[in-house]
């Protein structure tokens, strides 16, 4: 008899403010036990998102209120995908400063996008007419 795997969803939408990401690591907990992770895969996944959600906030919609967030989470058999949405312009991850560069070492600013790609197996970043997607990719190793 074949197990059948069963897919998991879990999405929410806030407003352009700091004080939300409380939201993000409640969701992103409770998720993770849900999917049974493990404690590296937990990590992995709420240090990323939150660098996402973080640069959505910040860098997409520029801290405006008014402007949403949206994160959607999916468990398949062996990956999970976290897919961030802003309302911002985008940019080209194609020419960000390396924060490795010693000319960027010493900067308070400008690791994030670094961190998630490390963090992650597979990062993406969607530019839509209005906003932008970036999509994590987090395989398992179960």
């Known amino acids: 008899m074949k197990h059948q795997y069963q897919w998991k969803k879990c999405s929410l939408k806030?407003?352009?403010?700091?004080?939300?990401?409380?939201?993000?690591?409640?969701?992103?907990?409770?998720?993770?036990?849900?999917?049974?992770?493990?404690?590296?895969?937990?990590?992995?996944?709420?240090v990323a998102a939150t660098e996402a959600v973080l640069n959505a906030i910040i860098h997409g919609n520029k801290s405006d209120e008014?402007?949403?967030?949206?994160?959607?989470?999916?468990?398949?058999?062996?990956?999970?995908?976290?897919?961030?949405?802003?309302?911002?312009?985008?940019?080209?991850?194609?020419?960000?400063?390396?924060?490795?560069?010693?000319d960027n070492i010493l900067k308070e600013h400008g690791r994030g996008v670094y961190l998630i790609r490390a963090l992650m197996d597979e990062v993406r970043f969607k530019k839509l007419k209005t906003g932008l997607v970036v999509e994590l990719v987090l395989k398992r190793k179960q």
Request: charged residues 35%; glycine residues 4%; contains cysteine.
């Open 66 to 102: 008014r402007k949403e967030v949206g994160v959607t989470c999916y468990s398949f058999k062996r990956k999970i995908i976290v897919r961030v949405r802003d309302h911002g312009t985008g940019f080209d991850p194609t020419v960000l400063p390396d924060p490795t560069h010693r």
């Open 14 to 46: 806030f407003r352009s403010n700091l004080c939300e990401i409380k939201k993000v690591d409640c969701a992103l907990k409770k998720f993770s036990k849900e999917l049974r992770l493990t404690e590296d895969e937990q990590y992995k996944l709420l």
